[in-house]
């Protein structure tokens, strides 16, 4: 299981907050994040996670390609909805994405862990998906 973890800056505290509650799980499957999301998460938690850029230069497209080439189960994207952010298309074709592949994403800390609950599941050997 391949998940992808993101967090707008004002959602930083949050995401780690959800890694660190949730680090079993974590520690269990392969992460991939854009590039000061990652560098948060690996600073505070310690976890191995795979770098992309930074979302404003480009880190949500690559991860919105991981999507497109099957890679990536799920979606973490902790969205800050009171700040514009200068690269809004990229963020809008990343979650637009996500529902053209039928990825599980969660946009919020209330439906992270369900996302999460959902790739634990699917990991289980008897799993019928
Ligand atoms: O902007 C982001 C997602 O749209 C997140 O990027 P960073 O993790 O590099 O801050």
């Known amino acids: 299981m391949r998940i992808a973890l993101i967090a707008h800056d004002e959602k930083k505290p949050d995401m780690i907050d959800f890694v660190r509650g949730r ?3 974590l520690e269990a499957m ?3 994040t854009t590039g000061t999301t990652g560098k948060r998460i690996q600073e505070a938690t310690g976890l191995d996670v795979d770098r992309k850029e930074s979302g404003p230069i480009g880190g949500d497209m ?3 390609a991981e999507i497109v080439d099957g890679d990536c189960d799920g979606v973490v994207f902790l969205r800050d909805p009171l700040t ?3 690269h809004e298309p990229d963020i809008t074709a990343l979650l ?3 529902d053209v592949h ?3 994403l969660a946009t919020n800390l209330a439906s992270a ?3 999460l609950d959902e790739l634990v599941r699917q990991s289980e050997p008897d ?3």
């Open 23 to 25: 680090l079993g799980d």
């Open 30 to 32: 392969e992460i991939t």
């Open 62 to 64: 690559q991860i919105g």
């Open 84 to 86: 514009a952010q200068p």
């Open 96 to 98: 637009r994405i996500c």
């Open 102 to 104: 039928d990825v599980p």
């Open 113 to 115: 862990d369900a996302v």
């Open 127 to 129: 799993s019928q998906r």
